[in-house]
């Protein structure tokens, strides 16, 4: 059976379906609830958001998913300040996880913005989900926190071969990812009931999130 897979921008028409996508992906994953489709509705009008790498995925028809960017930057110890990329919310509609979607949306995304000449994309995420797509712990690229830690779920790619050179670097992420969780619960609240959960996933996502590499 052929399958008809169409990886597109964003549009305004899609906005409602891709928050609905985002809340679904992600309710009780990481925490009871979920503020990713809050982020997402707040991060489309902010100035570090990038229209230009926010995109959907359809299968026959259907949108199943998104992927959205927003600036960064890395500065190093001299001051010098590097602009670099960070994705987020990605997600797949449940019942069409793990099949390869994500992936596919992921690469597009990376193509694109070599295209348009970034070179390094650092993320928060379970490494389990982004190794395998070239990523490898900030440990190895020498990019920390402010706080001078090395967390295990910052993630790092480099999009060109050598574009970080091994000097110490400190991540700085968009100021719209800084979610005002009142607002968020207000924003879930008024949207069609989900039941909130303790899930063991929460505990996994937890000590991924609050691991740092000493070595």
């Not at 964003?10 to 891709?18: G, K, L, P, S, T």
Request: hydrophobic share 35%.
């Amino acid at each position: 059976m052929h399958i008809n897979i169409k990886i597109r921008n964003e549009e305004e028409a899609d906005y409602r379906r891709v928050e609905e996508i985002t809340r679904k992906a992600f309710y009780n994953l990481y925490v009871p609830g979920c503020y990713e489709h809050y982020l997402v509705h707040i991060m489309r009008s902010h100035e570090d958001f990038l229209p230009e790498l926010d995109f959907v995925i359809e299968v026959d028809g259907q949108l199943i998913g998104n992927i959205m960017y927003t600036k960064a930057k890395l500065i190093d110890e001299s001051g010098k300040e590097k602009e670099i990329l960070t994705f987020g919310p990605v997600c797949i509609m449940p019942e069409y996880q793990r099949k390869g979607y994500g992936k596919m949306l992921m690469e597009h995304s990376f193509n694109k913005a070599v295209a348009l000449g970034y070179d390094v994309i650092v993320i928060f995420g379970n490494p389990g989900n982004y190794v395998s797509r070239g990523f490898k712990s900030c440990k190895k690229y020498n990019i920390c926190l402010d706080s001078g830690t090395y967390p295990a779920a910052m993630l790092v790619k480099e999009l060109k071969p050598e574009a970080l050179d091994g000097r110490k670097w400190i991540y700085y992420d968009s100021s719209v990812m800084k979610i005002d969780e009142q607002e968020a619960e207000r924003f879930d609240e008024s949207l069609e009931k989900m039941e909130k959960k303790f899930l063991p996933c929460q505990e996994e996502f937890f000590i991924h999130s609050h691991s740092v590499i000493q070595c």
